[in-house]
């Protein structure tokens, strides 16, 4: 059985109240305690007023939203439920006074959502609240800084439930667009039916193979198999630390260009311009290394030539694959193809675009939640001559991941783990294997338009994840013709995460260059 939550979006009295999935209670263990913040950048200064008054007719009307979580039972045997509570919106919205000619705001915002983490979220009130702060900032006017509990809902449910609170800029009344997958037809031909057949067999022979190596590597991660230590890496405990959280805007479009001359995916450009960030960023850091005298081999490992990486570098992420297999009320990630973890599969259903109150009036069966598993991918961390390298690699890698069930057998050990053993095993599993890789990377599909934040135009979106045992997490937020790189970075052990993200701009920039120089593209600007 999946870990996540099913909830039927209902007001029912019936519904008042509902147990914790086990996704939601081990994200609440003790040293697995997960938030997101998602950042809301405004082209406008915000309205207070009107941000409440759109929230009341909207958010608060969601049952996990006007929730909070109640502990009953003893030290031995506690019973944790979701119980509809009254939301006084005071208790939710912060408004701080703030000097709008302040110095350095850009860094003020930074260091605001830093202090933000350092207090947990109150239990005896429903898990999130929104900072509204009217500072006018490099790419905005206004930040509105969301901050809510993973136990509420993965990414794929978080998202879509805001983007549920804009409107198109265009047309007030109309929600925003997400992109279709296109499917592909079928071109099965009678005739070639024995080499189907043959073709068939042989993805399934694949798919059983890829499986069993993926979860013996998940066990072994689990149990012993670490990644090496690089400057990227974190030490125990690193979930403690106070993180920090920087982003940057790059070019979509550029993006679309790469994967429309190589014939991939957004998914695999982007994790390819990620590994040759990360490339850039940790050469830069060896070569720090060696000029403050330490030795120029690691773990018997030696550097590459014409470069200061270390040869053989095992540097793991997880990925968060949404499970979902049909449409409903997420708009991240691919419900048909768990593998395809940072691109949108759907658009909104036809009954979702409408007010959030006839939504959850008409009782729609939707998997809301944390319907998600974990699929642990390699890097490839080196310097390539030719920069086209980084997305190929990231492709095959990507492509042959496709070809498993990890994310299902992963969501379905830590279920049965919880079942048998209870929450603090089930845990003890994630947070180990997450502890012995180096980062996650995750990926959300924004608006194809532009949209506004109950009449506030939106000029950015910016997602962090913070409370897993990572000292980086990267994630991807689409936003008309923007990407938005979010970085989550724990600064004792990455003090410069702005030249990480520079590292990944100028990436995309020369895999760019290298497209339109070798002729795969025409007619570019």
């Given at each position: ?13 019936h519904?008042d ?55 009953d039972?003893?030290?031995y ?35 605001y ?10 239990l ?10 009217n ?109 920090k ?6 070019s ?15 998914n ?6 990620t ?37 053989g ?24 193809d768990?593998?395809s ?11 979702f675009?409408?007010?959030?109150a ?36 990231a ?6 991941k496709?070809?498993s069930?990890?994310?299902i ?43 506004s ?22 994630n ?50």
């Amino acid at each position: 059985m999946m870990t996540g939550d099913h909830v039927k979006a209902s007001r029912s009295s019936h519904h008042d109240e509902e147990p914790l999935s086990p996704a939601a209670r081990f994200f609440q263990a003790p040293r697995f305690n997960v938030y997101i913040i998602a950042i809301v950048g405004c082209k406008t200064r915000i309205n207070t007023d009107v941000v409440k008054a759109g929230l009341e007719q909207t958010l608060v009307k969601h049952p996990r939203f006007s929730s909070k979580m109640v502990v009953d039972g003893n030290k031995y045997c506690k019973n944790k439920k979701w119980t509809q509570t009254k939301v006084n919106l005071e208790d939710h919205i912060i408004v701080p006074e703030l000097d709008p000619n302040i110095d350095f705001p850009d860094r003020f915002v930074e260091d605001y959502v830093s202090n933000v983490t350092r207090t947990p979220l109150d239990l005896s009130k429903p898990l999130w609240e929104l900072h509204l702060l009217n500072i006018k900032t490099s790419d905005a006017e206004a930040v509105g800084v969301f901050r809510i509990h993973h136990s509420m809902g993965d990414g794929a449910s978080l998202i879509s439930l805001l983007l549920a609170c804009t409107r198109k800029t265009s047309d007030p009344e109309a929600l925003p667009s997400v992109p279709v997958k296109k499917r592909a037809g079928s071109t099965f031909n009678s005739r070639d039916g024995f080499w189907w057949f043959f073709l068939a067999i042989w993805m399934l022979l694949r798919l059983i193979w890829n499986t069993m190596v993926d979860v013996l590597l998940f066990v072994a991660t689990t149990l012993f198999l670490k990644d090496m230590k690089t400057p990227i890496k974190g030490a125990p405990g690193v979930e403690l630390n106070v993180k920090k959280f920087v982003h940057q805007t790059v070019s979509l479009e550029d993006i679309k260009l790469v994967k429309n001359a190589m014939n991939m995916t957004v998914n695999d450009v982007v994790t390819g311009i990620t590994q040759a960030g990360l490339s850039r960023y940790l050469n830069r850091r060896y070569i720090h290394s060696s000029c403050t005298g330490e030795e120029k081999k690691l773990d018997g490992r030696v550097k590459q030539s014409n470069s200061n990486i270390p040869k053989g570098i095992r540097l793991r992420t997880v990925i968060l694959v949404n499970l979902r297999k049909s449409a409903g009320i997420q708009v991240a990630h691919a419900p048909n193809d768990p593998s395809s973890s940072l691109s949108v599969a759907e658009t909104y259903p036809p009954e979702f675009k409408q007010d959030m109150a006839d939504m959850m009036a008409k009782r729609l069966k939707t998997r809301w939640g944390n319907l998600i598993g974990y699929m642990f991918l390699p890097f490839t961390i080196s310097l390539q001559d030719d920069p086209l390298d980084y997305v190929r690699k990231a492709k095959a890698t990507i492509d042959r991941k496709k070809l498993s069930l990890e994310p299902i057998f992963t969501s379905m050990c830590i279920g049965f783990a919880f079942r048998i053993f209870g929450n603090k095993v089930a845990a003890a599993i994630i947070r180990r294997a997450l502890s012995n890789i180096t980062m996650a990377i995750s990926g959300v599909v924004g608006a194809q338009e532009e949209i506004s934040f109950y009449g506030h135009p939106i000029a950015y979106l910016a997602p962090f994840v913070y409370g897993p045992p990572l000292s980086l997490v990267v994630n991807y937020q689409s936003y008309v013709n923007k990407m938005t790189i979010s970085l989550t970075v724990d600064p004792s052990v990455i003090p410069d995460p702005y030249e990480l993200c520079n590292d990944i701009e100028e990436s995309l920039k020369l895999i760019r260059h290298a497209v339109v120089n070798k002729g795969l593209i025409k007619d570019v600007v």
